[in-house]
């Protein structure tokens, strides 16, 4: 996977991932934050290269480089590895294809207690480098799994006992009515049409977030941050 940035490479470092290669400007493996990075990254046999200036605008997809890129391995991931972790929270992501929402969902689901995060059908890849800087390092740390069908996923949780709880934008229970305290899976459609109506049937129960008219819905990473919340708050987590 690309990592782009002084933030998301240190991020990488702290969380055990293997850097094979990382490349630095001249002035960016000078400031502070770059040598103590170089450091690490020696101390743990990384390969650090020196690249120019136009070089580093060729190698980085953004539009501004900081002067930092990487390869590095992927962290291990899989759909059992997401739904094991105790007590469950799982945030399973339909066709979000979006890759700065879904770096964003993973972001939000971390910050607020979840223990995993499914992007299934044709959500983008949680380890593209959009979704990795959306994430802001929530990625690396967090069990993550992509390129899972809704299906499977759904089996899965079935097999392991989740409450399976579809996100709808109206007609659905209020979150504080509903209880998260047992292994629970949120379902959340992609932008625009949201969840399909078989995977809204083939829940346990529906979940509207109460909005103020004319608002008819919120960008989903919002919806997770706010759903994810109210269950930390019933757990007692926060």
């Known amino acids: 996977m690309l990592l782009d940035g002084l933030h998301l490479v240190s991020e990488a470092v702290a969380a055990g991932i293997t850097l094979r290669t990382v490349a630095f ?5 000078a400031s502070d934050e770059g040598a103590r990075l170089a450091g690490l990254l020696a101390a ?3 390969e650090i290269v020196e690249v120019s200036d136009s070089m580093m605008d060729a190698m980085s997809p953004v ?4 002067g930092v890129v990487a390869i590095a391995d992927r962290p291990a991931s899989s759909l059992a590895r997401v739904l094991e972790s105790s007590p469950q929270l799982v945030v399973a992501a339909i066709d979000v294809q979006e890759p700065g929402n879904v770096g964003a969902m ?3 689901a971390e910050a607020f207690g979840a223990t995993g995060v499914v992007c299934c059908g044709a959500s983008a890849d949680v380890f593209g480098w959009k979704a990795l800087r959306g994430s802001m390092g929530s990625a690396l740390r ?5 390129g899972v069908s809704a299906e499977d996923a759904l089996a899965a949780m079935r097999g392991r006992g989740f409450h399976v709880v579809a996100t709808v934008p109206a007609g659905g229970a209020r979150p504080e009515s509903l209880d998260f305290r047992r292994p629970t899976a949120f379902l959340f459609g992609g932008e625009g049409r949201g969840l399909a109506d078989d995977t809204v049937a083939a829940a346990d129960a529906r979940v509207s977030i109460p909005m103020l ?6 960008n989903v990473a919002v919806a997770v941050a706010l759903m994810i919340w109210e269950a930390a708050r019933q757990r007692g987590s926060l």
């Open 25 to 29: 400007t001249a002035r960016a493996r």
């Open 44 to 46: 743990r046999s990384a």
């Open 63 to 66: 539009s501004t480089p900081s």
């Open 106 to 108: 993973v972001r939000a």
């Open 142 to 146: 967090l069990p993550v799994v992509s």
């Open 213 to 218: 008219a004319p608002v008819e819905s919120l």
